[in-house]
């Protein structure tokens, strides 16, 4: 069991579970607007330089789970690919490819967005993105695909799996009441924005 499971965070698979997932396998291609697409090998992620960061997934359906997540900083895939000028947003797409969305480049590009494997020290299962999802802590949580295979570097936008269902295509977190995970879903206020804190 791990820590996000103990503290029942809720599980999503809108397009249904994936199944028993393979990390050393795990291929992520990256593709599009860049000068060198390439598919990095689970050994070739392994090798760059990974980062921890302090954050908050925060669901429109109002929950909220805090951690320290570690994982590739987006804005290092998007170097390594050699992106070009004309790139404006990126597109993820998940294990299964039913499952896809896009945010500014401008947001893959900030500190905190991951392409994450790890939650307070423990490999992420396949309820919860393993090998590797997308960390986004600045939107709300249908911006952070999990178990994703493919990475597009796009020059125009487009919804994706619950944008075309109605949910907004910037994925601005709006106040009002989430539950804390992290405190038994306690109900809190969160501000607009990233979700640092809760208002008590
Ligand atoms: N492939 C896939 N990724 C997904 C989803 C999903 O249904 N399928 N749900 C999204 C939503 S709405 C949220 S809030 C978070 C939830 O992450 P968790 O299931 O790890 O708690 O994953 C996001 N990524
Ligand atoms: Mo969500």
Redesign the pocket.
Known sequence: MSKLSNMN???????GHPGKLDRETWTLEVQGACDKPQVFSWQDLMQMQAVEVEGR?T???RWSVFGTWRGIPIKEILRQVQMHDSCRFIRFW?VGMV?DTSIPLLIAQMDKSLLAWAFDGEELDE???GPLRAFIPYL???K????IVRMELMDHYVPGF?ELRGYTDSAEIEAGPCRDINDGGKLKEIPSGEVLDFIE
């Open positions: 965070t809720p599980v999503f698979w809108a397009e997934l669901s429109v359906t998940s499952y309820n919860y993105g709300w949580g249908y952070s695909a999990k178990s619950w």
